[in-house]
């Protein structure tokens, strides 16, 4: 638990235009695969977040030579698939879930042993459903009791391809075992329950390694090479999503939020919200580094409650604290189902969010795999976001519409994911201190 706190006061309009740091999850991958390839690869709009820091950590750790010419931007000297060298500390992963999901994928087909460790919320998260579909390809990890980290990876095993149908649907659990693949015997073949973001099999394509994917699958075969190149990293839309509800909430708001990673995968949130009434524009749409970015125009718009269909629910899984607030916000009422996975991000993000709005007033039912949220005014009042980035920031954008500040304990996380939140969010007209 840190003891940073911040208070968000009621605010007039937010105006401006902006553009949020990197994407995380394309950050993430950036660094290792540009570590994985052959040759020196350059990347754009590095996410300058705790998480992806410790990723090129973790890899520097490993032997591999991480340039930082300028804030946001890496040069990665490639090592190729064989050339990571044995670590000779546990690598700390710290808050990131991606981060030691993938990993584990990389590290389970190397020569060496590794361990990894994470804070005090990665070591609570559940790792056998990693661990599960790695085994089956021949590799060997010890978890703490419950399947937690610390994580021992044990070297030297050879890999063999799977074809798996994956049981929970986790663009995390689909990655590390395709970077498993990687190195297996024969072909790996991932089968999802729900489509996940597809960052992985788009990024190891765009350098080189073919993979043949479509929504819900992919496969590759092992024994190939990476090729260095260039990566651009779209603004991140999970740090946008906080903008887009906040100036959605906000009278008077007219916001633009530039070069927005719009991945069908991610932006689940701007079909739930323009289900609920909301205003937003879709500009400029484009590609940048094989993604479809667009520049976001919102304006305030007066909210009605919905039932989130569960089809978005993959599609807008971090965007949950966010969407919470907006329906707290709404007129009637909003229904969360087949959510169930949200209990087991940074924190029980359903119960974090039901907890703080609850204590502004807000009538909140909780269910196993959602909640039931009563629409309407709500009051100021402190809460806690147990340490979870998205938390912390939506408890931020609920303090503008609430009727007096909102103060929020436990936010020092907020750096893992969207370093310079309170300044940039100032700059738009929060009342963030
Ligand atoms: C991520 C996948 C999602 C998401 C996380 C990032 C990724 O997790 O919640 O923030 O980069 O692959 P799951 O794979 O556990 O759904």
């Not at 009605?304 to 919470?324: K, Y």
């Amino acid at each position: 638990m840190s003891d940073l706190a911040w208070t968000s006061a009621p605010s007039g309009p937010l105006r401006g235009e902006i553009r949020v740091p990197g994407d995380k999850s394309i950050s993430h991958r950036a660094i290792m695969l540009a570590a994985l390839a052959e040759g020196t690869s350059q990347i754009r709009g590095f996410l300058e977040g705790e998480d992806t820091r410790a990723t090129a950590r973790a890899f520097a750790q490993m032997g591999v030579r991480i340039d930082a010419p300028h804030p946001s931007e890496r040069v990665v000297h490639g090592v190729g698939l064989h050339g990571l060298a044995a670590p000779q500390a546990p690598i700390d992963c710290g808050n990131a879930g991606t981060g030691m999901r993938l990993l584990m994928g990389i590290l389970a087909a190397q020569p060496f042993d590794s361990t990894l460790v994470g804070d005090e919320s990665l070591s609570r998260r559940p790792m056998r459903r990693v661990i599960g579909p790695l085994s089956r390809m021949g590799a060997s990890i010890d978890a703490r009791e419950g399947g937690v980290p610390p994580l021992t990876i044990h070297g030297g095993r050879r890999l063999r391809g799977i074809d798996v149908a994956l049981e929970v649907a986790s663009a995390q659990v689909k990655s590390a075992v395709l970077l498993a693949g990687l190195y297996a015997e024969g072909e790996t073949r991932v089968r999802e329950p729900h489509p996940t973001r597809d960052y992985t099999e788009r990024m190891l394509s765009a350098l080189g390694w073919q993979v043949d994917y479509s929504p819900g699958r992919a496969a590759l075969a092992g024994g190939r090479v990476l090729r260095a190149g260039q990566i651009a990293v779209p603004a991140d839309f999970s740090s946008a999503a906080f903008f887009i509800v906040a100036a959605t909430l906000v009278p008077g708001s007219e916001l633009v939020l530039r070069e927005v990673g719009i991945n069908e995968r991610r932006t689940g949130l701007l079909k739930a919200l323009e289900l609920m009434g909301a205003n937003i524009e879709t500009t400029n749409t484009r590609e940048l580094g094989g993604e479809l970015v667009a520049d976001l125009v919102v304006r305030h718009a007066p909210l009605r409650g919905i039932d989130v269909p569960v089809e978005f629910v993959p599609d807008m899984i971090d965007e949950f604290p966010a969407l919470f607030v907006a329906a707290a916000a709404a007129r009637g009422t909003t229904c969360v189902r087949g959510a169930a996975e949200l209990r087991v991000k940074e924190s029980d993000r359903i119960a974090v969010m039901a907890g703080g709005l609850r204590r502004l007033g807000v009538r909140i039912e909780e269910t196993p795999d959602g909640a039931v949220i009563e629409g309407g005014a709500f009051a100021g009042g402190e809460v806690d976001s147990a340490g979870d980035h998205r938390c912390a920031m939506s408890f931020a954008v609920a303090g503008l519409v609430a009727a007096g500040a909102v103060r929020i304990a436990d936010c020092a996380n907020v750096a893992t994911s969207f370093p310079g939140f309170v300044e940039l969010a100032n700059r738009t007209g929060f009342s963030l201190a």
